[in-house]
């Protein structure tokens, strides 16, 4: 046990945390304000039920000993997680950031299914996925499982967390259909400052998420640390040109759309590649990932977010290029197709392949399942109305003109302005 | 002259404003309103508080045209604006005594009729 190693992933564990409530407010930001609580309500809910979930199976099915397919269930209910070392930190701190892991990529499949998705199917397919999809990706792949046994390179997640989350969505799109609409007027975000707020919280927090994924306080996580810091740069300024030379002004919804998509493909990347490496790796990036989003916009797939052209794409070229760019005098571990090893690219190429047609399959099997027992979507009139209103009977920005009281805990005994404004709008107050 | 207002949900506006270009009328101006017709409360709760929302935002358009223009007018947002639910919103046409438009001074049939704006080269 080493306590430097412990204090680090302690504190990672919390900034990866914090990277879901940021991915509500970059989602949030992004929709119309009549769905703004709706989105945000998609990250926060993962919290809970994602995480309890994670406590109660996810973490046995993914870390726990099995076999290279699948954990058992033998920690189900922490069972044998305690404070005994899991490498140089406790067990228990282990299980704890694994789990903000499980929450945010649960969260990220939302933004292809927003403004339309009944909350209570959304809950209880977030939280079946997890479980079903999730928990033996990452046994694969970090469990013991047979991906990592392969030499897989996944630093933190780019096979894991993003193609998993970006295939999902992919699939929740097409199964749920489009928001009515879609492709018939303009939808715009609501609130871009949101979505740089969130765009930069994300990146705080991803330090946590590629840094930690060290599992210590070394210089494997100071690699990671400095990568998550370049990658995205390098996918800003290359994004930012492209915006320029397309339409001669750089957008602030295309700057945030790159620091997540720079962010994405460093994941898998970031403990693995030389700083010079990574920089490459984020401009390079850059490319798929924006001329997906533009074709994206003129089919009829509404993945209202972009879930797919960010997280799928953007974690595939960042798996794929840590195959090319991994280099051993950095990392200790592996080199890459440039480095004289094409194999590793490869096995990078196989992983990619057989997580997008696990996480497809078991993802459309998954919600076609679901959708016998409750529906999907929201009916059309509550989409114009708004899931805000219709799914939390709450607004983002209500206004209490016109807001009558009728139950209140602490002005019950003075009801007499509830009447004389409600009478004066009732019918049955005089009103013809 | 007629003054047409109508009252729509604001989530078909989109709708009652192409079929407002369909029929030609291009002269409108649009507020966003809050109001109360025959449409069911919102029942809202936050923490311990709940409240019955009996305002809903609607959309205003106001309309100035030239008598043979009211009816394609009234026609296209009753079309459009319908969702068949009560809150779909009422259209009213107002007598107008005088109108004037500010850049020529033109009164009255003229001053409604839409000219095509000349770029200067």
């Not at chain 1, 390179?153 to 489009?178: K, M, R, S, Y």
């Not at chain 2, 008598?67 to 319908?82: K, N, Q, Y």
Request: hydrophobic share 50%; aromatic share 8%.
């Amino acid at each position: 046990m080493n306590a430097a190693d412990t204090a680090w992933m302690l504190v990672s564990t919390a900034l990866v945390l914090l990277m879901t409530p940021a991915l509500g407010f970059f989602y949030g930001g992004l929709v119309r304000s009549k769905n703004a609580l709706n989105t945000l309500m998609m990250s926060i809910s993962a919290l809970g039920f994602v995480c309890l979930a994670w406590v109660v199976l996810g973490y046995s099915l993914a870390f726990g000993p099995g076999t290279p397919w699948l954990g058992g269930v033998s920690r189900a209910f922490l069972q044998g997680v305690g404070l005994e070392p899991q490498g140089t930190i406790p067990h228990l701190l282990f299980m704890a950031y694994q789990a903000t892991f499980a929450i945010i990529t649960a969260a990220l499949v939302s933004g292809a299914i927003v403004e339309r998705m009944r909350f209570s199917a959304y809950l209880a397919f977030i939280t079946l996925w997890s479980l079903l999809v999730y928990s033996p990706i990452a046994h694969w792949v970090w469990g013991g499982g047979w991906l990592g046994g392969m030499g897989a390179l996944d630093f933190a997640g780019g096979t894991v967390v993003h193609i998993n989350a970006g295939v999902a969505a992919l699939v929740a799109a097409l199964i749920l259909g489009p928001r009515k609409d879609y492709a018939r007027q303009a939808i715009l975000p609501h609130n871009v400052p949101f979505t740089l707020l969130g765009a930069g919280l994300l990146w705080f927090g991803w330090f946590g998420f590629n840094g930690g994924s060290a599992l210590a306080a070394n210089s494997s996580a100071a690699l990671a640390f400095v990568n998550t810091m370049l990658a995205p740069a390098a996918t800003l300024c290359v994004w930012t040109l492209l915006d320029l030379r397309r339409t001669g002004k750089a957008t602030a919804v295309g700057a945030a759309t790159a620091i997540v998509v720079g962010l994405v493909a460093v994941t898998p990347a970031a403990g693995f590649v030389s700083p010079m490496s990574a920089i490459v790796l984020g401009g390079v990036s850059a490319l798929p990932s924006y001329f997906a989003l533009l074709w994206r916009a003129r089919t009829r797939l509404d993945d209202s977010l972009d879930v797919v052209a960010a997280h799928g794409l953007g974690g595939t070229m960042g798996a794929l290029l840590t195959g090319i760019l991994a280099q051993k005098s950095w990392n200790g571990t592996a080199d890459g197709l440039l480095f004289g090893n094409p194999k590793q690219f490869l096995i990078q190429a196989l992983a990619v392949a057989v997580t997008i047609v696990f996480s497809g399959v078991l993802t459309a099997g998954l919600l076609k399942l679901l959708s016998f027992v409750v529906p999907l979507k929201v009916a059309t009139r509550e989409e114009g109305l708004g899931l805000d209103v219709s799914q939390h009977g709450e607004e983002a920005y209500a206004r209490d003109e016109g807001a009558i009281l009728i139950l209140s805990e602490f002005t019950a005994e003075s009801p007499a302005p509830v009447g004389v404004l409600a009478g004066s709008l009732k019918p049955e107050g005089g009103r013809a | 002259m007629k003054l047409v207002v109508a009252i729509v949900r604001p989530d078909k506006l989109n709708d009652v404003l192409e079929a407002l270009f369909r029929a030609e009328v291009r002269g409108l101006t649009i507020t966003r309103v809050q109001g109360h017709g025959g449409e069911m409360d919102r029942v809202e709760t936050y923490r311990g508080t709940t409240v019955k929302m009996e305002l809903s935002e609607k959309v205003r358009l106001e309309i100035g045209v030239s008598d043979h223009f009211v009816e394609p007018t009234v026609g296209a947002i009753l079309a459009a604006g319908r969702t068949g639910t009560v809150g779909d919103g009422k259209i009213f046409v107002l007598p107008v005594e005088k109108v004037y438009r500010i850049r020529t001074g033109e009164q009255d049939q003229a001053a409604v009729t839409p000219v095509e704006e000349v770029l200067p080269a």
